[in-house]
DNA sequence: TTCATTCATAACTATTTGGTTATGTAATTG
DNA sequence: CAATTACATAACCAAATAGTTATGAATGAA
């Protein structure tokens, strides 16, 4: 992932409203009216939302009929994961702890 | 840490100049000029960002005489970081693996 | 066929962001 | 003291952001 994804991803992570959705997304697929429902704002501005997500690549979208149904895309989400532990592994004692458990178990590079 | 904090965080990540920032003080605490030398921008820029990374709690601020000396502040990163982490486990296989270590361990909530 | 539902797009606005140049202040050096 | 260094602040600008209302297209239901 290069610089102008990783900024992407954390600008969408930047606004509640967007966490707010992918904190649903986290339950299961579902469509853009049940994920627009706690939110009092337009239907527009929640359809700017879910391009947002979409450009950063954290969802990714299908069609069914007239509904649109939004899933999680873990990979960019899991990048900007790594590059906060990156950095912060070297202060956060956790992170070492749990270092030393993937190096132990070769899963520092795990297939998914 | 409530929403807009986490906002600020996010915000402030999202952008190259200062994650370069962020990962240049991983490496230890250092003054204002040495941050910037990488980058082709204004001193009134750089100062612009610091404020940023400060306003969002990330770093820490201490005069030396005519130098301001920059440390990491690693709990609100630690924030954000737990956020990816809790919203992005169900789905990534490595975290399924870590919690089973941290769970296996009493790992979950360390004191540091 | 007609109406309702689910969504996108266009056009607009206010605010924020990331940069600039110009200037100022405090500390160090010569 | 005078010059330099290390920063901040003010004023400005262009572009991006997050919202709005109005409108339209496609699908599904009556």
Redesign the pocket.
């Known amino acids: 992932m290069n610089e102008k994804q990783l900024?992407?991803v954390f600008?969408?992570l930047?606004?509640a409203?967007?966490r707010g959705m992918l904190a649903r997304l986290a339950q299961g697929q579902t469509?853009?009216?049940?994920?627009?429902a706690p939110?009092?704002?337009?239907?527009?501005?929640?359809?700017?939302?879910?391009?947002?997500l979409?450009g950063a690549g954290l969802i990714k979208?299908t069609?069914?009929?007239?509904?649109?149904?939004?899933s999680i895309a873990p990979a960019p989400a899991r990048e900007a994961h790594d590059w906060i532990a990156y950095y912060t592994r070297h202060w956060i004692s956790r992170f070492d702890e749990v270092d030393a458990y993937l190096a132990k178990n070769n899963l520092k590079n795990p297939k998914n």
Chains 1, 2 share one sequence.
Do not use: C
């Open positions: 900024d992407l600008a969408a930047s606004d409203t967007r469509n853009i009216s049940t994920l627009a939110y009092k704002m337009s239907q527009p501005a929640i359809s700017k939302h879910m391009r947002v979409e979208r069609r069914k009929g007239r509904e649109h149904l939004i």
